[in-house]
C-alpha cells in the first residue's frame, strides 16, 4: 500500500470515522470534530497526498471548481483500499466506517460513493461539490448521507448541491440536507447537526 500518512484513535463501539480534510489541512485537523460529532468512535484521519501550492489535498484539480477526473477515480479507489487495509491492520469492522469530509475531504468521500470504492452505511459531506458524473451508478441502497452546506457558499454553492443530491438520490442513497447561514468555512452549527444527525437512529 502507498505510504499515506494518517492518524488512527481507537474507539469504545463499533463505528469508525473516516475523517477527510479540506485543502491544506492533514491528518490532525479533523480529529476533535469527529470526536464531537459520534463521540467513542474509532477514528481514522489520513493525509491528502497530493500536494497544490504546498498544501495537501486528496486530488489534483485543474482549477478552481474544475477536478482532474481520472485522479479523482484513481485517489478515491486507493482510499478505498487505504480503509480496507487499515480495518484488517487496527481490527475494526471496515463496513461499519461513515466518512466525515469537508471540502476537498467531502469531495472525495463523494467520489468514493459514486465510483463505489467505498460503501459507507452513512457520510456527512460539509461543503460538498459533485466530483465527478461517472457512467454507470453504483448500488447505494441503503446509504444516507447529509450534505451540509452554506448558503451563502461562493464555490459548493445551491446548484451544486442539487447536482450532487440528485446524483446520490439515483444510486439510492437516502440524502438529507442541512444549510446554515454561512459560506464555504465550517460552523459550530455544522458539528451540531451532524452530531444530530449520527445521534438519530
Do not use: C
Not at 79 to 90: D, S, T, Y
Not at 136 to 141: H, Q
Amino acid at each position: 500500500m502507498s505510504g499515506i500518512i494518517y492518524r488512527y484513535v481507537p474507539g469504545r463501539r463499533a463505528e469508525t470515522l473516516l475523517l477527510l480534510h479540506g485543502t491544506g489541512g492533514n491528518e490532525t485537523d479533523l480529529l476533535g470534530i469527529g470526536e464531537a460529532v459520534l463521540p467513542g468512535a474509532g477514528l481514522l484521519s489520513p493525509r491528502g497526498q497530493v500536494l497544490e501550492n504546498g498544501m495537501p489535498r486528496f486530488f489534483r484539480r485543474f482549477a478552481e471548481g474544475v477536478f482532474d477526473v481520472e485522479d479523482v477515480k484513481a485517489r478515491a479507489a486507493e482510499l478505498g483500499e487505504f480503509v480496507r487495509e487499515k480495518a484488517r491492520e487496527h481490527g475494526f469492522d471496515a463496513d461499519r466506517v461513515m466518512a466525515l469530509g469537508y471540502s476537498n475531504g467531502a469531495n472525495i468521500a463523494a467520489a468514493m460513493l459514486l465510483t463505489g470504492a467505498a460503501r459507507f452505511p452513512r457520510a456527512v459531506l460539509m461543503r460538498a461539490m459533485v466530483p465527478l458524473e461517472p457512467g454507470a451508478l453504483p448500488d447505494l441502497a441503503g446509504t444516507q448521507v447529509l450534505l451540509a452546506t452554506g448558503l451563502y457558499d461562493p464555490m459548493a454553492t445551491a446548484e451544486q448541491t442539487r447536482r450532487l443530491s440528485k446524483l446520490l438520490e439515483s444510486a439510492g442513497a437516502t440524502v438529507t440536507e442541512h444549510a446554515q447561514r454561512s459560506g464555504h468555512e465550517m460552523t459550530q452549527g455544522d458539528i451540531e447537526a451532524a452530531f444530530s444527525w449520527l445521534a438519530a437512529e
